[in-house]
Each structure stands twice: as structure tokens, then as C-alpha cells.
């Protein structure tokens, strides 16, 4: 079964993301975990520690904003980086997402941290291409994992970011890429067209699910095109703007507001 995700119009696109990240949210870990055979954990856990978030000497406590941010994965990693790495025990974390289910997974998450509180994570249905309720130039560090090739309008989820982020302030995307080296992209593209839609079907029961997921990572552009796509929306990128993870499997672009 195909279930054809390319030919649907944009505003249709948006209805269906909702409905595939509804069906995963309760078996989410074990998607990625499919996957990626577990690496996506060890791409988070450099991500953040490359971002080194965390109250500096003297500095204010940072303001965080965590796109797409599901089920909490990168915004925990964050705060867990500020407290234990920083002493930081104030900056904070917005996690925003289009799909009220992840958030409340996410949510449901957090009552089993030391953040159970609330006082340092927020969770609010916003949608990346709009970031409604959040004010401009409010944010230290705006962060998306693996959510941004999902969007129906990437240019306008980019302008949204440099609208909220503070001057200074640090965009920073990890996402699926492109395969560099040739040998291992072949067996990268068997591996996601042929095995990770059966995986989901024998896991999940949710063929379709993975499928579409299988999809919006070829479709999504390379890394240099979405490097040039983050300066056109105003940041200022360092070098080539992005480190390729696994070959390429995943990458993490970052951007400067100035
Ligand atoms: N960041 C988390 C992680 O790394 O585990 C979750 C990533 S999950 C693969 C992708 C998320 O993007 C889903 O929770 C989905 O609801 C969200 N999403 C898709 N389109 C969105 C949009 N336009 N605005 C905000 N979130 C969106």
C-alpha cells in the first residue's frame, strides 16, 4: 500500500501531519528508535551539547524555545544540560506544537522530572509557521528536532523563528539530511524504503505512518539548499552552516540572528 502523501494539496498536508504524529504520539520513542536503531538519541545528546545551553556568569537566565517539540525529548536534554552542566536552575523551556497529543504526552512526561513543577517547561499547541503567542524578539535559543520537514511552509516557520528570537539570538535545527557518501546512501535508501514501512506495520501496526515519515525525509532539501533557505530568512550562518551527523543521515544547521 502507497499512501501517495506527495500528490496531497498543502492545506490538506497540514491535517494529515496531525493525524500521523496522533497515531505515533503514545509509541513515539519506539518509532525513532526504529528508525534511526537508536541513534537519534546520541544526535540529541550532541545537538544540545553543541547548543551548551545554560545560564553564563553573570548573564540572565535564558528564555528557550523548543519547536515541534513533541514529547519533550530536546527540551528535557536542555534543561538537564543548563542544570547540570551550568548550575543553572532557572533558565527555561516553551515547548510548542501543532499536535495537542505529543504535547500532552510531553506533558505527562514532565510529572516524572524534576520539573514537575512547571515552573521551568511550558507545553502550548502553536504552530511553527505562525508562533502566535510568542512576542517578538523574546527568545535566547529557538530550537526544532526533527520537526521542520514536516512543515507545509518552511520560509515562513524560518521567518517566525527570526521574528521571536532576541538579536543574538541562536536558531538551531536537527533534522534528517542527505546521505554524503554514495555507497552508504544506496544502502541508506533501500534500508528506508523497503525495511522502516515494514518495521512500522510489525512494531506499531501503522505502515501508513512510516511511510509518509520514509517520504518527507527525501523530500526534504539538501543540506546546502537549506542552509541558503536559513540565511534567506535573515540569519547569518558560520562556515557551510551545518555538521553532518552519520553521514549525513541527520544534520544540524544553526543561524544567527544579528
Ligand atoms: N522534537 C521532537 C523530537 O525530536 O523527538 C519531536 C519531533 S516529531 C518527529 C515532529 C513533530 O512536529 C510532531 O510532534 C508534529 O506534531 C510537529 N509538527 C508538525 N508540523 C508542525 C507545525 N506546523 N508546527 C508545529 N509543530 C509541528
Known sequence: ??????????????????????????????????????IHRLWKDHFVAKLDPGRRPGGEPLSILDVAGGTGDIAFRMLDWATEIHNDHQ?????????????????????????????????????AEVLD?????????????????????IPA??????RVLKPGGVFACLEFSKVNVGIMDM????YSFNVIPL????????????????????????????????????????GDGYEDLTFGVAAIHTGVKV
Open 157 to 162: 516557520a524560518l521567518r517566525a523563528a527570526h
Open 1 to 38: 500500500t502507497h499512501f501517495g502523501f506527495k500528490d496531497v494539496p498543502e492545506d490538506e498536508k497540514e491535517e494529515l501531519v496531525r493525524d500521523v504524529f496522533s497515531s505515533v504520539a503514545k509509541s513515539y520513542d519506539v518509532m525513532n528508535d526504529v528508525m534511526s536503531f537508536g
Open 133 to 153: 503567542a510568542v512576542p517578538d524578539n523574546s527568545q535566547d535559543l529557538y530550537t526544532v528536532a526533527f520537526g521542520i520537514r514536516n512543515f507545509t511552509n
Open 199 to 238: 518495521m512500522g506495520q510489525l512494531v506499531a501496526a501503522d505502515r501508513d505512518s512510516y511511510q509518509y515519515l520514509v517520504e518527507s525525509i527525501a523530500r526534504f532539501p539538501s543540506q546546502k539548499e537549506f542552509a541558503r533557505m536559513i540565511q534567506d530568512a535573515g540569519f547569518e550562518v558560520s
Open 91 to 127: 533558565s527555561s523551556v516553551l515547548v510548542v506544537d501543532i499536535n495537542d497529543d505529543m504535547l500532552k504526552e510531553g506533558h505527562k512526561r514532565s510529572l516524572a522530572t524534576r520539573y514537575a513543577d512547571g515552573s521551568r517547561i511550558e507545553f502550548k499547541v502553536q504552530n
Open 187 to 190: 544502502i541508506y535508501q533501500q
